[in-house]
Structure formats: structure tokens, C-alpha cells
């Protein structure tokens, strides 16, 4: 049988794991992001706040995303691990800047400008789901 187990330790901002710290910025993806960096190997486990594609936008905070990654990318990570796809330079951090750019630009029925990508039908569900949201 399955039980819900609550976190016995949480952190505000930053917990220290040795080499790892895991940080929070505050919410884009959800309401509660958090990505664990080692500064020392210059890895950033980010989560799914980069993600190879088109990032689900719906719960999360497309406004406060942005400032997020680019405190993300002032860490100066030189691998990023996202939350899907591969393996990473500091690119996928653009990209997904460059993303929630013209997200947060866009209004309903506004074209895909990233028709390429797979799922290519999840840039009118992020519209829609914000769309919603604000109603």
C-alpha cells in the first residue's frame, strides 16, 4: 500500500549537500522550482525549468521564469542536465529564454513559432492553460 510521506527537511533558498547545493529562485515552471548545482564541476541539474522542447507552461509562472534562468545561467554552468532531453551546454538555457520570450509576448491563436520542436501542439495548450488561468 502506498503512503503519502511528507518532507521532514525543506530549505528557503539554498541546502548544502557537500559538493551539491540545491537551490530554489522561486517559482516559473511550478509554483516551487528547485535545481541542484555543483559549483565545482559546473553542473547545473536544472530540472524542468530547461527542458529539451516545448517546456509545459501551464502551472507554473511564465513571468518570473525568465529572471530565474538568467540567475541560473550567472552561475556560469558549463553542462546542463535538464528536466528532458540531453545532456547540455549553457545553449538550453537560451533556448528556453528565447521560448518564454515569445510566449510571453503571444496571445491566443498566435502561431507556434517553434512548429519543429516535438509536441508541437503544446504551445496552444501553454496559451490556452495561461489563458485560463487569468479568466
Known amino acids: 500500500m502506498l503512503e503519502v510521506r511528507h518532507p521532514h527537511e525543506t530549505f528557503d533558498a539554498e541546502r548544502r549537500f557537500g559538493r551539491a547545493a540545491a537551490i530554489t529562485y522561486g517559482g516559473g515552471h511550478t509554483l516551487s522550482d528547485s535545481f541542484l ?3 565545482d564541476a559546473r553542473v547545473l541539474f536544472a530540472a524542468d525549468l530547461v527542458v529539451d ?4 507552461i501551464g502551472d507554473g509562472d511564465p513571468g518570473a521564469w525568465p529572471g530565474i534562468l538568467e540567475r541560473m545561467a550567472g552561475l556560469g554552468p558549463e553542462r ?9 551546454g549553457p545553449e538550453a538555457i ?5 521560448y518564454l520570450d515569445a510566449f510571453n509576448r503571444a496571445t491566443p491563436g498566435d502561431p ?3 512548429p519543429e ?3 508541437p501542439e503544446m ?3 501553454n496559451l490556452a492553460a495561461i489563458a485560463e488561468r487569468a479568466a
Open 37 to 39: 548545482w555543483i559549483e
Open 53 to 56: 522542447g516545448h517546456p509545459w
Open 80 to 88: 546542463i542536465v535538464p528536466g528532458h532531453g540531453p545532456v547540455a
Open 94 to 98: 537560451d533556448f528556453v529564454h528565447a
Open 112 to 114: 507556434n513559432p517553434y
Open 117 to 119: 520542436l516535438p509536441w
Open 123 to 125: 504551445w496552444e495548450r
